[in-house]
């Protein structure tokens, strides 16, 4: 195994090398096969899929096949609401917005207060609520269909959720969870429980309709072993594995090609972020370039270290014509860190001026996107006879 890195749903640290997180995982690489498969079923290809920034998988294929049977198919994913959003966190979800649009399928969105309570230390119930409702603004602000998506806390819902977290609790011993997660005994029993509740809504769907529907499930590769215990217990419940598929994580600004980090907070931009903060964040960025301008015109520069080159890539220059002429113009010197730097500012701000023009309409929507309890009166019927 590579120690040069670490990745769990709650710690990313080092180079990550993906290729050897789907060996570790268990998941499995997304093939040319598959995406053609993908497009040939879309009649489209997200750049995110085209650079496989979504990279690995599990089951896909088997849930395109139960997709063309039946075209009944339901999107889960989440968000740990413990600050605001950032650029890394909508990645993930534009993706999903994507699938949605062209499979025209539900999607389920988890705002998991509880678990950011439990692993983090300086953070009350009260404020990861909080940033329950702020996080959906920027889930809605995507453009996500109003009527087929439906986002919620699980601490607002935890009456409906909690006799279905019950089921998946009881069959997963503690020798499970601690080969999966590594816990040790500092760990909280709500750390321990918590992936029972993350479980939930690959199930939920189903239950309310009484009727098994198969889950497809976006998400960073981090959450993956989360799903591996889901996808373990629910055929044990009598219900379908999930289906998911992963991306890579947005790297930060800095140096390191670590993820974005809500914890250093200028390795990441956040949706909420002034035309400014961008300005500064972005002018400070590690990039690939020399010491002088003199030598990068001479030498050329180094895209494939160069972080601004990354946010190219992951987000801000999907064009790929464009792409490749701004690749090589930098390895050829013909631009220079500063040309790039300039276009990225203006690249960001661009899509923060709309992001948060949005994210304040959203503001007016939350209530045709919040689940609440009324709304989840008819699952009961699990529990009660
Ligand atoms: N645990 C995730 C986080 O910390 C939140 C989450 C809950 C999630 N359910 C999910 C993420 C499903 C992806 C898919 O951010």
Redesign the pocket.
Known sequence: MNLSFKVT??EVSGEVDYNQLIEDFGTKKITPDLIFRIKEITGDLHPLLKRQIFFSHRDVDWLLDQYEKDPNFFL?????P?GDTHLG?LM?WIFTKWLQDKFDVPLWF???DD??FY?KRNIELKESNFYAHENALDVIALGFDEKKTHIFSNIEIASHLYPVAALFAKKITFSTAKAVFDFKHQNNLGEIFYTSM?AV?AVLPSILVKKNIPCL????ID?DP??RVTRDVAPKLGYLKPSSIHCIFLPGLGKKTEKMSASIKESAIYTTDSSEDVKKKISGAFTGGRATVKEQREKGGNPDICSVHKYYYCLFMWDEKEYKQNYEDCKAGRIICGDCKKDLINRINQFLQNHQKKREEARRKLEKFWVTSDKLEDISYIWKK
């Open positions: 749903p709650w889960y994913t989440g968000r740990g413990s966190h993930p988890q705002m998991t678990e950011k692993f993350q809504p499930i976006p998400h960073a959450q989360h799903f």
